[in-house]
């Protein structure tokens, strides 16, 4: 083969390489498809009513005996939801210190408040192992009360609080009783939420416990009252912020 012609032949070889190399880097064009980020989940702000009647049911846990009519728990639960919401709220109060059971099914016969509470708080039966009453009676008029706090709540379950007792052993007074009875009531109001409890997580009906708050009083005195008894402002605040999780949920639409 002459010299000029195979320059000739490798330069087309050549080309038809460098052609061919073209065709395999622009045959099919890589293409990566980007992930799909989905929009980050918003929950809507919970609403409760503008206007809201709340009942709240007991003793002299409710009253707030010993304490300023503003410091009782049902007042300072009122504040609160207030300062949240801007909400309109009316508060009634159907307690007396000293009231058992059996003396708040009777006022609430007596009293007849109409069925129209957007919120009802409950908190009954110290009095009823102060006195000594057979917890039979409890037993059976527990839930008497959670029923009659559902039909003034509209009639729906949702809308009822449940508050546990405190615990008195645990103050100047309860541990100043004679004999030191202080094991011994404690068991008994243990005995008491028990069964409040197990009825309302039974019956879907909140509960809140609150006793371990009022257990503290000896270590801490200003959780308790000036009569060296009753729970203090300081604690029924402790008591609302200990609530609100559940009222929210109550009062929402």
Avoid at 5 to 16: C, E, G, L, M, R
Avoid at 75 to 99: D, F, H, N, P, V
Wanted: net charge neutral.
């Amino acid at each position: 083969m002459k010299p000029h012609f195979k320059q000739i032949v490798t330069v087309i070889f050549s080309v038809f390489l460098l052609s061919c190399t073209a065709e395999e880097n622009n045959s099919t064009p890589i293409t990566t498809t980007p992930p799909v980020v989905n929009p980050p989940v918003v929950n809507p702000p919970t609403t409760i009513p503008s206007s809201i009647n709340y009942l709240a049911l007991g003793d002299s846990y409710t009253i707030g005996q010993s304490v300023c009519e503003t410091c009782r728990f049902p007042e300072q639960l009122k504040s609160s939801l207030r300062t949240m919401y801007s909400s309109t709220i009316s508060l009634k109060i159907i307690a007396t210190t000293g009231w058992t059971t059996s003396n708040l099914i009777s006022a609430i016969d007596t009293q007849k408040p109409e069925s129209n509470y957007d919120l009802v708080t409950l908190l009954i039966g110290v009095n009823n192992q102060y006195q000594h009453r057979d917890f039979s009676v409890y037993e059976k008029e527990f839930p008497d009360l959670v029923n009659k706090a559902i039909m003034l709540a509209k009639g729906d379950k949702k809308n009822v609080v449940v508050i546990s007792i405190p615990d008195y052993a645990y103050t100047p007074y309860g541990k100043n009783l004679a004999g030191d009875q202080s094991a011994k009531i404690s068991a008994e109001i243990t005995k008491y939420n028990a069964f409040a409890e197990n009825y309302c997580n039974t019956n879907q009906v909140a509960f809140v416990s609150i006793t371990d708050i009022t257990r503290e009083g000896l270590n801490n005195p200003n959780l308790v009252a000036s009569d060296g008894l009753h729970p203090s402002e300081s604690a029924y605040k402790i008591f609302v912020d200990r609530m609100m999780p559940k009222v929210k949920i109550a009062l929402q639409n």
